[in-house]
C-alpha cells in the first residue's frame, strides 16, 4: 500500500493559494502545496466548467486573502457562526493573519453590504499531514462577531445524524474565486459557482490510487468541471447543507477530467464543534 500512496502523492498536488510556475518537487513521495499570489484576471463565463454566480445568491461564501512571511495568498471559506469560518488546513498553514471578506461578489470592490474583518486566532486540525492530505480542514476565528444580513449568512452544517451519509450520487455546488481554466494565472473578480456529481469512495480511489479515506468525499470532473487552484476551503453543499471543504486535486490540470477532492464534514463534526462555537444537532 505504501508503494501505491508515493505513486498517487508524487501526480497530485494541492489544489491551494498558488503561483504553478513556482512549483518544485521536493521528493518523490513528498508533495507541494502549490500558492495563488493576489492578482485578478478577466470574468469570463465559468469557474471550471461553470458560471459567474448570481450576486450575493451564496451569503455564506467567504474570501480569504491570508498573509505569510512570503506574501498574501488567496483561499475560500464558509461562515460557520458569527464568529467562525471553515477553510482548508492547508490555507491557513503558517498564516499570521488573515482579511476575511463577507458579502462579496466581487472581493476586491468595496461592494455595498460588504464586511472585511481581520482574524488572527486560526485552528487546524492536529492531524493534518500535507504528504498524504488527510485532515485538511481548520477554523478561523474572528476577531469580532459578524453582524448577518440578506448578504452575510451562515452555511447549514450536517446533523450527527448525517455522519454516515456519504452523499455519493447526489448534486452538489462548489463556489469560490479561483482559477477558471488550466490557463488562467490568477483567481477570478467575480464568485463563480458549478453543479458537480458526487461520487463513491470506491470510484475515487481507482483514480487516485488508494490515497481517499473515509475523510474525503469527491465529485467526478467529468466534462471538465470542478474546483481549481484558488478555490481551496470553500463551500460543497447538497441543497443548503455544506458536506465538503475544497482540498485537493490532480496537479496536471483542472480541466482533465479528473475527481475534485474535499475534506468529508460529516466526518469532522466533533472536531469542528470543538474547535469553534457551534453546536452540531
Not at 513521495?29 to 499570489?37: E, F, G, I
Not at 492547508?90 to 472581493?107: K, M, P
Amino acid at each position: 500500500m505504501r508503494s501505491i500512496l508515493v505513486v498517487a502523492v508524487a501526480l497530485i498536488l494541492a489544489q491551494a493559494n498558488g503561483d504553478l510556475s513556482q512549483l518544485k518537487r521536493r521528493e518523490l513521495d513528498a508533495l507541494v502545496l502549490t500558492r495563488l499570489p493576489i492578482t485578478l484576471q478577466q470574468a469570463n463565463e465559468r469557474i471550471v466548467g461553470g458560471s459567474e454566480a448570481e450576486r450575493n445568491s451564496i451569503p455564506y461564501q467567504v474570501a480569504l486573502l491570508l498573509t505569510r512571511s512570503d506574501g498574501t495568498f488567496f483561499c475560500g471559506g464558509s461562515l460557520i457562526s458569527r464568529k467562525f469560518v471553515l477553510t482548508a488546513a492547508h490555507c491557513v498553514e503558517d498564516v499570521t493573519s488573515a482579511q476575511v471578506i463577507l458579502g462579496a461578489h466581487r472581493f476586491n470592490e468595496n461592494e455595498e453590504g460588504q464586511v472585511r474583518l481581520q482574524a488572527t486566532k486560526f485552528h487546524i486540525h492536529s492531524g493534518w499531514n500535507s504528504l498524504i492530505l488527510i485532515n485538511d480542514i481548520a477554523t478561523i476565528e474572528l476577531d469580532e462577531e459578524v453582524e448577518l444580513t440578506d448578504k452575510i449568512q451562515l452555511v447549514k452544517l450536517p446533523s450527527r445524524s448525517d455522519a454516515s451519509n456519504t452523499f455519493a450520487n447526489e448534486a452538489g455546488r462548489v463556489s469560490g474565486w479561483g482559477k477558471d481554466s488550466d490557463q488562467a494565472s490568477a483567481v477570478s473578480p467575480v464568485l463563480r459557482e458549478v453543479d458537480v456529481n458526487i461520487i463513491t469512495k470506491l470510484f475515487c480511489n481507482i483514480r487516485y490510487l488508494g490515497v481517499i479515506q473515509d475523510s474525503h468525499v469527491c465529485s467526478s470532473g467529468i466534462g471538465g468541471i470542478g474546483s481549481c487552484s484558488g478555490d481551496s476551503g470553500g463551500p460543497l453543499v447538497v441543497g443548503d447543507t455544506q458536506v465538503g471543504v475544497v482540498s485537493f486535486g490532480l496537479g496536471l490540470g483542472c480541466e482533465i477530467g479528473w475527481p475534485s477532492v474535499y475534506s468529508r464534514v460529516t466526518y469532522f463534526l466533533d472536531w469542528i464543534a470543538a474547535n469553534s462555537d457551534v453546536v452540531i444537532a
